[in-house]
T-cell receptor, first 114, second 114 residues
């Protein structure tokens, strides 16, 4: 069965500092990994995804994520956090075989402190 | 503007009163899906549709129905809502059958069942 874990419910970081939001996954087969962000009273917005190739993926708003197959992780990173990055972040995985589905983590609330 | 729209955005109803949440996309996407978001559980798929007249159950289909008579529309029907269906609902679409394709989400419908 496919699953995604976001071990931190809440991450606080000072403005200007680097941020990391963690994600690990468990799948049978090759994973496709996604990050979405949810701002208050808004839907989910796509940030970036890993399909294949370069392990470092760059996405919207200066975010990037690194696929690490040996550690089954796909952590979201940004070199310098902005207050406007404060939101709820979801990691998701799909697999070529099995159910036609995106499996989501439980979400991590990021708060950037001015 | 390419988008997924949902209506209504907010709905308060009573147990047993049938309701429909509409979803429409203007991107000519083949695949559409419904999710519910609950605190601590992330997003879970309710139903999905690979194309017109093709629908299938997701992870939490009990108490819900869907239909896909037109490519752009994918309504979610609760024939006899119960309080445990109080949740935030998202409709999503993606271009095709590919598991690596990005899903695009609507703004959400917050449903309260009293």
């Amino acid at each position: 069965a496919q699953s995604v874990a976001q071990p931190e419910d809440q991450v606080n970081v000072a403005e200007g500092n680097p941020l990391t939001v963690k994600c690990t996954y468990s799948v049978s087969g090759n994973p496709y990994l996604f990050w979405y962000v949810q701002y208050p009273n808004r839907g989910l917005q796509f940030l970036l995804k890993y399909i294949t190739g370069d392990n470092l993926v760059k996405g919207s708003y200066g975010f990037e994520a690194e696929f690490n197959k040996s550690q089954t992780s796909f952590h979201l990173k940004k070199p310098s956090a902005l207050v406007s990055d404060s939101a709820l972040y979801f990691c998701a995985v799909s697999v070529q075989t099995g159910a036609n589905n995106l499996f989501f983590g439980t979400g991590t609330r990021l708060t950037v402190i001015p | 503007e390419a988008q997924v729209t949902q209506n209504p955005r907010y709905l308060i109803t009573v147990t047993g009163k049938k309701l429909t949440v509409t979803c429409s996309q203007n991107m000519n996407h083949e695949y559409m899906s419904w999710y519910r978001q609950d605190p601590g559980l992330g997003l879970r798929q309710i139903y999905y549709s690979m194309n017109v007249e093709v629908t299938d159950k997701g992870d939490v289909p009990e108490g819900y129905k869907v239909s896909r008579k037109e490519k752009r529309n994918f309504p979610l029907i609760l024939e006899s809502p119960s309080p445990n269906q109080t949740s935030l609902y998202f409709c999503a679409s993606r271009r095709g059958q590919g598991f690596s394709d990005t899903q695009y989400f609507g703004p959400g419908t917050r449903l309260t069942v009293l």
